[in-house]
């Protein structure tokens, strides 16, 4: 019986062909396609640099495990380990876990939730549950978790018309990530045809995308709801004229009436 931490003891084998272009890694393009993950977190640090001085513990926390999600889908994908695989996906929801107990709203909790604090709890209890259950079938993992994305575009389109612009590219960029991972598990055989099996690679890439307009989505939320002696606005790198854009939140503060 092979170590869970064997190369290729992994439950999942992606499309990309193993060992093609290294002797040491895996899926090549799918092991370097999670810089991107690298990239992002210091980003939202930087432009977000604003809402991050009052609210530092959120965005620094959910950062760093952004950057461990690379770091554990670098190490799977370069080693198809069992090990690295529970790593990556475990990653994944406890990085979900955390920005859902720092961020979700207070007027979409359930009725029998009466504080954050109570809301931490019930968020850290599911987590726990299904880590223990990622043990029993990890391959089922990544379906259930790129379906929580569906609960993330149910409240971006509740609160749409607030943030229009951002919402709308944080869709597109959505729908072209979960297309890749799709295309990537069930047309595998069609692309290795035409010996282009890389589309795993583009879901790192494009989901990283996706969250650097998703996450300052939720910040703006969060100010909404939670920093009422601010007023969000939302800003764009390098500029709101530029074609592609980078946004953030800044924060006013509203002028008192007299």
């Known amino acids: 019986m092979p170590s869970i931490f064997s190369y290729q003891s992994a439950e999942v084998d992606w499309c990309e062909s193993n060992f093609e272009r290294s ?59 069992y090990m690295g695989q529970l790593l990556d996906e475990l990653s994944i929801l406890w990085t979900l876990a955390v920005a859902y107990s720092f ?29 223990l259950m990622s043990f029993i079938k990890p391959a089922f993992n990544a379906y259930a978790l790129n379906c929580i994305a569906f609960h993330l575009l149910y409240l971006t389109w509740r609160e749409l018309k607030k943030v229009h612009r951002m919402a709308a590219v944080m869709v597109v960029w959505w729908v072209l990530a979960i297309s ?14 035409i010996n282009f099996p890389y589309f795993h690679s583009f879901w790192h890439v494009l989901i990283a995308m996706s969250l650097l307009y998703c996450c300052p989505l939720v910040i703006y939320f969060d100010v909404n709801y939670e920093m009422p ?17 980078v946004p953030y939140v800044a924060l006013e503060q509203p002028h008192k009436q007299c």
């Open 229 to 245: 002696s601010f007023k969000p606005k939302l800003g764009y790198w390098p500029g709101d004229s530029w074609p592609v854009v």
């Open 23 to 81: 002797t040491v890694i895996a899926e090549y393009y799918n092991t370097i396609s999670n810089v991107s993950f690298f990239v992002l977190s210091p980003a939202l640090l930087y432009l977000n640099r604003q809402y991050r001085q009052h609210r530092a513990l959120p965005l620094y926390f959910v950062s760093g495990l952004l950057f461990c999600v690379g770091i554990f889908s670098m190490y799977f994908h370069m080693t198809l380990s």
């Open 103 to 131: 961020w979700y709203p207070k007027v979409y909790f359930p009725r029998f939730i009466k504080s954050r604090k109570h809301f931490f709890w019930l968020s850290g209890v599911t987590t726990v549950i299904s880590t």
């Open 180 to 193: 890749s991972w799709i295309s990537d598990r069930w047309l595998c055989g069609l692309w290795q045809a």
